[in-house]
């Protein structure tokens, strides 16, 4: 069969992208090898999606090109999916930090993009797998429901992360079957694992969660960290993991709302036990596995200058080395993907492959925790729908 466009990839870009072509008076196809469309839409946000975030702009998007997504950010914005959002009715809400989520649940936005589909005329195989594609004069695709033809290929099966949910490396594979350039791939927005030292401390901890400054890099993210079985989690360690790199310490500020010294020597006079003080700040458990591990408790006027010094200062600058992440399979994101110096920041076509575009998380583009990513997705099919 022939179409306009084939999408390959039912999620969020590829939705967006079949619904703006189909405007467009375009025949479109989008190709499914899951059952179900959207299922990583399903699962985010605790099943309420954090569809989009309020201060979404270039600055909150990692690339080896910090330019490139200015331009679909511009010209499709949060206002923007805000709006269809609130055309279907959904009732929606703002956590923190400019992060947006339903009330209800994520399949509200599931239906909303298939509804927007089936009036753009958007035609949706599902449970369908792809086995070739080549290009002639048009875009020829082999699969499990057989050949269709079609002038524009739009690739939009995201990323390595989640491999549960069906993420594969097709998206890198075609790119590199026809001649284009891939960046390094990386786990992003993932918890960090350490050594056995730094471990069995950790699970002592574990369930514990601080508000914390996280530091690597020059880049630093405020939000919570939190103690696992198997590591560090949390949202702040989270974001820093997709800027982490091997060998490299991260740095933790348990203290970041205060001047830990001044706090100490103003509790001197009490006479407390230095944990006693520190529990007004930190929860308990925390501080008491902490002076276990680094040095034991005495009163805070036992304590000269420097040592208190040297106790703020370790608690404002704990240094910490990662010796890895928990891999794609609890990545949310991948980091890197196809280098953006391939594609039209404009269109988001191949420079040198007339009629095939990529979009959304399998372009070297990674968005912060907080629904970036969603707007990314939103934004770079939107784009891209407009040209197909």
Not at 150 to 160: D, E, H, K, Y
Not at 234 to 255: C, D, F, H, K, M
Not at 257 to 272: I, V
Request: proline share 2%; aromatic share 10%; charged share 20%.
């Amino acid at each position: 069969m022939n179409y306009d466009i084939v999408i390959i990839g039912a999620g969020a870009a590829g939705l967006m992208c079949a619904i703006e072509a189909g405007k467009r008076g375009r025949s479109v196809l989008v190709l499914e090898h899951n059952a179900k469309i959207g299922e990583k839409i399903r699962i985010s946000g605790g099943g309420r999606c954090n569809f989009t975030n309020l201060q979404a702009d270039h600055a909150n998007y990692l690339s080896a090109n910090e330019h490139f997504c200015k331009s679909a950010l511009a010209r499709y914005s949060t206002r923007d999916f805000i709006a269809l959002v609130e055309k279907h009715g959904i009732a929606y809400h703002e956590k923190t930090l400019g992060q947006l989520f339903c009330n209800q649940s994520s399949q509200q936005i599931i239906e909303m993009l298939r509804r927007e589909c089936t009036e753009a005329g958007v035609t949706i195989e599902t449970s369908c797998a792809l086995n070739a594609v080549r290009k002639s004069e048009k875009f020829e695709l082999e699969t499990a429901r057989g050949r269709y033809v079609s002038g524009s290929l739009v690739i939009a099966t995201g990323g390595l992360s989640i491999p549960q949910l069906g993420a594969t490396n097709f998206a890198y594979s075609l790119a590199k079957q026809f001649g284009l350039k891939v960046t390094s791939l990386r786990p992003g927005l993932v918890p960090l694992t350490f050594d056995a030292e730094d471990l069995q401390f950790f699970r002592s901890l574990s369930g514990i969660a601080l508000d914390a400054g996280v530091n690597c890099r020059g880049v630093e993210f405020r939000e919570h960290i939190l103690f696992t079985h198997r590591g560090l989690s949390g949202p702040a360690i989270l974001q820093i993991s997709s800027y982490w790199r091997e060998e490299e310490p991260i740095t933790l500020n348990v203290l970041p709302d205060m001047d830990g010294l001044d706090f100490l020597l103003s509790k001197r006079e009490t006479g407390k036990e230095i944990i006693a003080v520190l529990n007004r700040v930190l929860p308990h458990r925390f501080v008491r596995g902490w002076f276990e591990r680094f040095g034991g408790s005495k009163p805070v006027n036992w304590y000269s200058n420097r040592e208190l010094e040297e106790v703020a200062r370790s608690l404002h600058q704990w240094k910490v080395t990662p010796t890895g992440t928990e891999g794609f399979g609890k990545a949310e994101v991948t980091t890197g993907g196809i280098d953006t110096d391939e594609l039209s920041s404009k269109t988001m076509e191949a420079k040198n492959v007339r009629g095939l575009y990529f979009v959304g998380e399998c372009v070297d583009v990674t968005g912060w925790l907080g629904g970036y990513n969603f707007q990314w997705a939103w934004a770079s099919g939107w784009v891209a729908g407009q040209f197909a």
